[in-house]
């Protein structure tokens, strides 16, 4: 009866031992099964890479890299939730929104001299600094507009000529995507202005020279000629002296070009004249030449 109780608790020792041999010898397996499955994809050239784009952006790419251990072909996956599919034998990285990139990449980066073609339609083509269009390239919009000039993190941002479709030119400087600083606008019917900007309207002084051949030289707030100035109409007549909205307006002088000349005030731009007549003043005022409108400038491709 003993002899048997033993007999029985040996053999539940061996089960015992049995289940957690097998479970090692499982587990083990298991452990070379995933360290084949690494090592196989290790020398089979595929990596998992995760680089800081800055501003908090991150970029994951898995896929093949070469021995430099420089992307090949395989997946990038955005923070912002988007993704691309790098192609470097076709040199190309296909965005999921559409747009294709072809040029360098440092660490995941766009980074040196490269295009970019927008699924928009807009194309550029230049510099590229750590993922941001840094430096002097071309922008072709899909509207015909064309810039070229320095940009830093995709803005118009220092010298650059911005062709309109329509013929229109400006060359000169921007900042923060806008007109700024000195420049000269030529449109499309000749007139043209060569001067001071401030966030896309003239301000300061300048000269702008219009399609019939009149010319203004003075100051401008914004858009407006307003302040000290002269103004040469293409007939021969001139008057210098103030401005107001776009009119003379105070103290000046005007001449004919057969050499009359009048000097005093002008309103609204009409000469306003002053007589005493039985000490009672009586206000006249008498026509000068009218100033034709200043053409508007088209607004600047995004």
Not at 2 to 27: C, D, P, V, Y
Not at 43 to 53: E, Q, T, V
Not at 189 to 207: A, I, R
Not at 212 to 231: L, M, P
Request: net charge negative; hydrophobic share 30%; with cysteine.
């Amino acid at each position: 009866m003993e002899n048997s109780r033993n007999q029985r608790g040996k053999r539940r020792k061996r089960r015992h031992r049995s289940t957690a041999f097998i479970m090692l010898i499982t587990f083990i397996i298991a452990v070379i099964c995933v360290m084949a499955v690494f090592i196989g994809v290790y020398f089979s050239g595929i990596r998992y890479i995760k680089a800081d784009a800055g501003d908090g952006r991150v970029i994951k790419y898995f896929g093949k890299v070469d021995d430099l251990g420089s992307p090949l072909t395989g997946k990038l996956y955005f923070s912002s939730g988007g993704t691309a599919e790098i192609d470097s034998e076709a040199g190309t990285v296909t965005y999921s929104n559409g747009d294709i990139y072809e040029g360098g990449l440092s660490n995941l980066l766009k980074h040196g001299r490269g295009k970019i073609t927008y699924a928009s339609g807009d194309i550029y083509e230049g510099s590229f600094e750590y993922d941001e269009i840094t430096g002097t390239g071309i922008f072709t919009f899909a509207s015909g507009d064309v810039y070229e000039g320095e940009l830093i993190k995709g803005k118009k941002e220092g010298f650059g000529t911005y062709t309109w479709i329509d013929g229109s030119i400006y060359i000169g400087n921007f900042k923060n995507d806008m007109k700024n600083g000195a420049g000269k606008y030529t449109w499309a019917d000749g007139s043209s202005y060569e001067g001071e900007y401030v966030n896309e309207t003239k301000h300061g002084t300048g000269v702008y020279v219009f399609a019939n051949g009149d010319v203004y030289e003075g100051d401008f707030n914004n858009d407006i000629r307003t302040g000290k100035g002269v103004y040469k109409w293409a007939n021969g007549e001139i008057y210098e002296g103030e401005f107001l909205n776009n009119k003379m307006n105070g103290w000046g002088v005007y001449k004919w070009p057969a050499g009359r000349t009048y000097e005093g005030y002008f309103e609204n731009g009409k000469i306003l004249r002053v007589e005493t007549e039985d000490g009672i003043d009586s206000r006249e005022t008498e026509e000068t030449e009218p100033e034709p409108t200043e053409t508007a400038e088209p607004a600047i491709g995004d």
